[in-house]
């Protein structure tokens, strides 16, 4: 089995979208074969990124130029891509990010503290 530190991050990226699609710990354990463990921190780190706005603007971008038809090649094609991206987002998308900042904190404190 492989440790938190061992993963990759398409691993951790499958462990994450599972939790986020509503799938259990001992789902993913059984289907992924991960420890219930390293799902919880796997997915504990997430939760505690996602509180960072900046963070998620970075993985938006990653996303959109590994969509791209042809990967960047050299260091100013990869400029120009991320550049392309941030141009495509929608005028809203900061501020969707603000906006939902309330719940984001909600969810953390959830998650340390458990239900009241």
Not at 68 to 84: E, F, I, K, N, V
Request: with cysteine; hydrophobic share 35%.
């Amino acid at each position: 089995m492989a440790g938190c530190q061992d993963l990759s991050n398409f691993e951790r990226g499958l462990i994450v979208g599972a939790r986020e699609m509503g799938h259990s710990i001992s789902e993913i354990a059984k289907k992924f074969g991960y420890s219930h463990t390293t799902i919880s921190r796997v997915y504990r780190e997430y939760r505690v990124s996602d509180m960072n706005i900046i963070e998620l603007i970075w993985v938006a971008l990653q996303c959109a130029v590994q969509k791209r038809s042809a990967p960047p090649g050299t260091p100013m094609d990869l400029q120009t891509a991320l550049q392309d991206s941030w141009c495509e987002k929608s005028p809203g998308y900061l501020q969707t990010l603000v906006d939902t900042m309330p719940c984001r904190v909600a969810s953390l404190l959830y998650a340390r503290v458990g239900p009241k």
